[in-house]
């Protein structure tokens, strides 16, 4: 089995900055693409920010020029640095990662979730 455990989030003033930060653990192999997904309320689920093993990265055009994906494969963790935060940033917002188990199969993980709250 392989968890996914975020950390990070919580409430700030619109302008100010959070760090987010999801750490991968238990039976892996290795991983694929890392990512980055919110939900708003009443909204559907939205890809925020991805990044790949060599560090290549998308962004959302919402979030881009102020959020930064990073990851360290030796942690298998991966990061979302929100600066500029706007009222509509404010979500729940998932990590999720493609994991090769040690069975070498593969399989999508989702992190618990963590809220972001902005206010204007």
């Known amino acids: 089995q392989v968890q996914l455990v975020e950390s990070g989030g919580g409430l700030v003033r619109a302008g100010g900055s959070l760090a987010l930060s999801c750490a991968a653990s238990g039976s892996i192999f290795r991983i694929d693409t890392m990512s980055w997904y919110r939900r708003a309320p009443g909204k559907q689920r939205e890809l925020v920010a991805v990044?790949?093993?060599?560090?290549?990265?998308s962004y959302a055009d919402s979030v881009k020029g102020r959020f930064t994906i990073s990851r360290d494969n030796a942690k298998n963790t991966v990061y979302l640095q929100m600066d500029k935060l706007k009222p509509e940033d404010t979500a729940v917002y998932y990590c999720?990662?493609?994991?090769?188990?040690?069975?070498?199969?593969?399989?999508?993980?989702w992190g618990q979730g963590t809220q972001v709250t902005v206010s204007s």
């Open positions: 990044v790949g093993t060599a560090g290549g990265t």
């Open positions: 999720n990662a493609e994991v090769q188990g040690l069975t070498l199969t593969w399989n999508d993980y």
